[in-house]
């Protein structure tokens, strides 16, 4: 199975929205709603963000927001803080019954 | 609170099998969540490697499959990994975590690393 394609890295200014985007194929991402999205801190275990394209756990801000169109799904991040600045990876269950990450997205906070 | 906690020894000789064991607390393996394993090369992204249910049902990353083994012991409210062959390329941090309907890790463990070198 193939990974996921996720830009290397994004960035933008404290305040404003950036969007990350997370490309598959029918497989997978558009073939399920079960795309999940995580945030990775340097030499920290990953933290669900976003789970089955667009739903927030709890206690997670409702800053960060998921969609997807065809084969893209999307993490949007509204109101950027310097906090935000981590590794964001998607994932996405596939028609083999498995699952398929993406190769993680830098965000730089300038 | 749910605490998910990997062991295992952190330097494996190549050619040798590399074991690990998830021991879980704050829930029940047995209570409808489904158990994973990730890995993480150094500089590297998240690779998922495979899935478990306490039944005994498991799902395989194709790549790793040949090498790869996930068991579950309910009894002790843990789960485990046996990777045989191990090479240079195995060297990760090796995270376990509970899945959510098989495709979502809303708890993880702080992760391990091991290193495959003689």
């Known amino acids: 199975q193939s990974a996921l394609t996720q830009p290397a890295s994004v960035s933008g200014s404290p305040g404003q929205s950036i969007t990350i985007s997370c490309t598959g194929t029918?497989?997978?991402?558009?073939?399920?709603?079960?795309v999940s999205w995580y945030q990775q801190h340097p030499v920290k275990a990953p933290k669900l963000m976003i789970y089955?394209?667009?739903n927030r756990p709890s206690g997670v801000s409702n800053r960060f927001s998921g969609s997807k169109s065809g084969n893209t799904a999307s993490l949007t991040i509204s109101g950027l803080q310097a906090e935000d600045e981590a590794d964001y990876y998607c994932s996405s269950y596939t028609s083999s019954s498995t699952l398929v990450f993406g190769g993680g997205t830098k965000l730089t906070v300038l | 609170q749910v605490q998910l906690q990997e062991s295992g020894p952190g330097l494996v000789k190549p050619s040798e099998t590399l074991s690990l064991t998830c021991a879980v607390s704050g829930y029940s393996i047995s209570s409808g969540y489904y158990g994973g394993w990730i890995r993480q090369p150094p500089g590297k992204g998240l690779e998922w490697i495979g899935t478990i249910y306490h039944s005994g049902s498991t799902y395989y990353n194709p790549s790793l499959k040949s090498r790869l083994t996930i068991s579950v012991d309910t009894s002790k409210n843990q789960f485990s990994l046996k990777l045989t062959s191990v090479t240079a390329a195995d060297t990760a941090v090796y995270y376990c975590?509970?899945?959510?309907?098989?495709?979502?890790?809303?708890?993880w463990g702080q992760g391990t690393l091991v290193t495959v070198s003689s």
């Open positions: 029918s497989s997978d991402v558009g073939g399920y709603n079960y």
């Open positions: 975590a509970r899945l959510v309907g098989a495709t979502n890790g809303d708890y």
């Open positions: 089955d394209v667009s």
